[in-house]
């Protein structure tokens, strides 16, 4: 089992920043890749970023590209999720999850399916 803390969420202004972390811990060898959902009130769950345990690639969702950046650092088991430029529409919970198989697919690397680990999500609301 792989257990995922989430931690770093809270209130910005639009055109703010705020920095979202994820620790794990246990079997975390198994880990494959990990990845940042949201879901915003009355949506559904959706991809924002993943990252690649081992070699780093990212894939982001088009609506966090270029404003969010996701990182890892192995040594420490942690993801941290860089949101800058924020908008009101980011406001959601913010979900940590982590996969545990390869995924060549970049349709199934963006479905919540597919990861086999959650954390209990953070929330991020943003003002505008």
């Known amino acids: 089992q792989v257990q995922l803390v989430e931690s770093g969420g809270g209130l910005a202004q639009a055109g703010g920043s705020l920095r979202l972390s994820c620790a794990a811990s246990?079997?975390?060898?198994?880990?494959?890749?990990m990845a940042w959902f949201r879901r915003a009130p009355g949506k559904e769950r959706e991809f924002v970023a993943r990252?690649?345990?081992?070699?780093?690639?990212?894939t982001y969702a088009d609506s966090a590209k270029g404003r969010f950046t996701i990182s890892r650092d192995n040594a420490k088991n942690t993801v941290d999720l860089q949101m800058n430029s924020l908008k009101p529409e980011d406001t959601a919970l913010y979900y940590c999850?982590?996969?545990?198989?390869?995924?060549?697919?970049?349709?199934?690397?963006?479905?919540?399916?597919?990861?086999?680990?959650w954390g209990q999500g953070t929330q991020v609301t943003v003002s505008s």
């Open positions: 246990g079997r975390t060898f198994s880990i494959d890749a």
């Open positions: 999850a982590a996969d545990r198989t390869q995924i060549y697919s970049d349709y199934l690397r963006r479905l919540p399916g597919t990861y086999d680990y």
């Open positions: 990252i690649s345990w081992s070699h780093g690639g990212t």
